[in-house]
Structure formats: structure tokens, C-alpha cells
């Protein structure tokens, strides 16, 4: 079991801007295909295709906002991303167009890969000897926030008017404003002082690149939960509307009890590579059981539901401690927020294209799709122990960009 105060105020104030942020995206992570789909009546295919060029969108911001985190400050950068991001959100109750989705999903999406990047100057900074521990404690803090605003959100899709979703979009909007005033109390991290040679160091180096694009492929596994599920479930099979906020509390409360100890465990690269693996199978089993979901009496189909999202959540928390560890060891610490953002360039991928992935493959072609993405999991999971190597042999020959100690010691 994590513990439940961080040591340090820094963390304190870190992990409580953090709760209120992912309480209110734990709203729209639950129901905000379906405020789309069944509130605005926008078709699956166009929302599918509006987060993906959304997530195309942000795939170009991660780099730039992480490059600048680096150089002026992560507070000051990460503060303004979220208030770009709760306008962004207070503008989808004015989205009743393809294009105006398309705008104020692409706007969201931008900052919310953004301030991803703006952030992890912030946690390597005060996350103590271990940065990677203390980002799977934020990673537990963000399931707990987001399994209260899916037990809201399952009040919402009950209801399912669209008053209630409308009042869902400004919660969701008014936590990431109420996040963004409790940053502001965090002490500022001194920008890093520039160093001689290539700006874009990241975007040089090919064995963290390679890891970004798997992990961004791996990271389509998230999408399952938040809209797989609920699109296979209410189209698909007898199981109530209710379990789709079931399923994320189930994920969630494994998350928030095992994040922490399941990073203990991975404490290295190459341990890293082995969790990437084990998830990849975790996660063929469980989209193999979420398709045999169709077509049976509901009570079955819950059952399976529920025993799909407890392994789906353990594959989670290996490929998370693993992302984590690799992400963070493989990134010098003078470009903490280019090279973290260029390592969301995978979450941003998975923005990008999982959802019209999962719709197109799972959805639209139905039970045999759910086969294909699983295997693809599978795959990319072991795929991954050969690029940690080869990222391992690059620092072992020197290749890779050294820390200058002067920025060693400013940050």
C-alpha cells in the first residue's frame, strides 16, 4: 500500500494539484466519448476520427512546451497548460459541430500533452533519490482522483441527459483551474542554463525515439478501458451501463493499492523491458475476454467484464512502472522535459490513433478486431527488452549526450 502523505511539501503540493486534475478528468475519461456520441449525437466514426486528429495535434506541442519547461521554468509552463486545457474543456458544451469537436478536443489534447512534458522537470526535481518512485505514487493519487470522478460519471451516463453531461464538461473544466491554483503555491524550479551543441538532443538520440514509438503503441492498452469498453458494452452485449464506470473503479483501486510496489520491483532498464513483455501478454488476455463479452445473458457478460479489467489493470501496472523507469533512466537530467516529451510523443500516438483504432478494428468489425489488438500488445511487448538494449549498448559506448555538471547541480 503507497503512503498516503508525501514526505516533502513540494510533493504535497504536486500530488494535490494532481488529485483535483484527475478528478475531473476522471469525468470526462469515463464518459466523454459517450457525451459525444449519445448527448451531442456526433457518429463513433467522426469522434473517433476528431480524437485522432486531436491527437495528431498534440503529437506536435510535447517536445517544444517540454524544451521550454527546461529553459524557463516547469511551474510557470505547467500552470498556463492548465488553464489552457480547462477553457479548451469549457468550450465542448459549445461543440455541437464536427469541426468545433474537432477544435476544442485539439485544443485539450495539446495542453494536456503539454503540461505532461511541462510536469516532469517537476517531479525529477522533487521526487527525491528515486523520481520514478514518487511518479507511480502521482500515478496511484491520479486513479484515486479518477475513480471519484467515475463514480460521477456513472451518475452522468445513468441520467444520460444532456444537461447532466453539459454539467460534467464545467466540472471537468473547474478542476483543472482549481489544479493549476494549487501548483502556483509550489517554489519555482530554476530554469536550466544552456549548453553548448544540438538544441534537440532527444530528437537525435534513435534508441529513446524507438522506446517512445513502442511505448506509444502499448499505450493504445489505455484506450481499451475508456473507450473500448464502453462502446463494445452498450452496442454489443446485455451487461448494464453501470459497469463501464465499474470496470474503471476496479482498474483504478488496483492501481491505487499496487502502483507503488510494482515500481519497487522494476529498478532498472532492462527490468523495465521485461515488465513492457509480461504487459503485452496480460493485455492479449484481456481483450481475448472482453470480446467473448457479445452475446451472452448480461450477468456473464459482467463477470467477464470485470475479470478483463482486473488483468487488463495488471498488465497496466507493469507497462506503467516500466515506462516510468525507462523514461527516466535513459534521460539526462539537463533536458529532463525535452527528453520526457518526447517520450509522451507515444501517449500523444496512442491519443492519435487508438480510439479510431479500437472503433475501426474492435467496434466495427467486432470480436475478431478485439483479437487483432490484443496480438498487437503482445508483439510490441516484446519488442521492447531489444530496443532497452540497444539504448543500454548506446550509453555503455558513450553515445549518448553527457550531463554537464554545472546544469547537474542548477537543477
Not at 463494445?232 to 465499474?246: E, K, R
Amino acid at each position: 500500500m503507497p503512503r498516503l502523505i508525501p514526505d516533502t511539501r513540494p510533493q504535497r503540493v504536486l500530488a494535490a494539484s494532481n488529485f483535483v486534475y484527475t478528478v475531473g478528468y476522471g469525468l470526462y475519461l469515463t464518459a466523454g466519448v459517450l457525451y459525444f456520441t449519445q448527448a451531442v449525437h456526433l457518429p463513433a466514426g467522426k469522434v473517433g476520427l476528431g480524437l485522432g486528429i486531436a491527437g495528431l495535434v498534440a503529437l506536435t506541442l510535447g517536445v517544444t512546451v517540454g524544451h521550454l519547461a527546461d529553459r524557463y521554468g516547469a511551474r510557470g509552463v505547467y500552470a498556463v497548460t492548465l488553464t489552457v486545457q480547462a477553457l479548451a474543456t469549457a468550450c465542448f458544451v459549445l461543440a455541437d459541430t464536427f469541426w468545433l469537436f474537432v477544435l476544442a478536443v485539439c485544443a485539450a489534447a495539446g495542453a494536456r500533452t503539454a503540461g505532461t512534458a511541462a510536469r516532469s522537470p517537476l517531479i525529477r526535481h522533487y521526487g527525491g533519490d528515486r523520481p520514478q518512485e514518487f511518479r507511480a505514487y502521482l500515478r496511484a493519487v491520479t486513479n484515486l482522483g479518477i475513480s471519484l470522478g467515475a463514480l460521477l460519471a456513472g451518475w452522468v451516463v445513468q441520467v444520460g441527459t444532456l444537461t447532466t453531461y453539459q454539467l460534467m464538461v464545467i466540472g471537468n473544466a473547474f478542476a483543472f483551474v482549481v489544479a493549476a491554483a494549487i501548483l502556483v503555491r509550489l517554489p519555482a524550479v530554476a530554469p536550466v542554463p544552456t549548453v553548448s551543441g544540438p538544441r534537440w538532443i532527444a530528437l537525435r538520440d534513435r534508441p529513446y525515439l524507438l522506446l517512445s514509438a513502442l511505448d506509444g503503441m502499448m499505450a493504445v492498452q489505455f484506450k481499451v478501458l475508456t473507450v473500448g469498453i464502453p462502446l463494445w458494452l452498450v452496442g454489443a452485449t446485455t451487461a448494464p451501463h453501470w459497469l463501464i464506470s465499474g470496470t474503471i473503479l476496479t482498474s483504478t483501486f488496483i492501481v491505487i493499492v499496487f502502483q507503488v510496489r510494482a515500481s519497487r520491483s522494476i529498478d532498472s532498464p532492462a527490468a523495465g523491458g521485461n515488465a513492457y513483455r509480461r504487459a503485452g501478454v496480460a493485455f492479449l488476455v484481456s481483450c481475448s475476454l472482453i470480446s467473448l463479452a457479445a452475446g451472452i445473458p448480461a450477468w456473464a457478460a459482467a463477470a467477464l467484464f470485470i475479470t478483463a479489467a482486473v488483468i487488463h489493470t495488471v498488465g497496466e501496472l507493469w507497462y506503467s512502472a516500466a515506462g516510468f523507469e525507462v523514461s527516466f533512466a535513459l534521460a539526462p537530467r539537463h533536458a529532463t522535459g525535452q527528453y520526457l516529451g518526447v517520450f509522451g510523443l507515444g501517449a500523444a500516438l496512442a491519443d492519435a490513433l487508438g480510439p479510431a483504432l479500437l472503433i475501426s478494428l474492435c467496434i466495427t468489425w467486432g470480436r475478431p478486431g478485439w483479437y487483432v489488438v490484443g496480438a498487437l500488445f503482445a508483439v510490441t511487448g516484446l519488442a521492447v527488452p531489444f530496443a532497452v538494449r540497444w539504448a543500454g549498448r548506446r550509453q555503455d559506448t558513450g553515445e549518448a549526450q553527457p550531463e554537464p555538471a554545472e546544469n547537474a547541480a542548477a537543477a
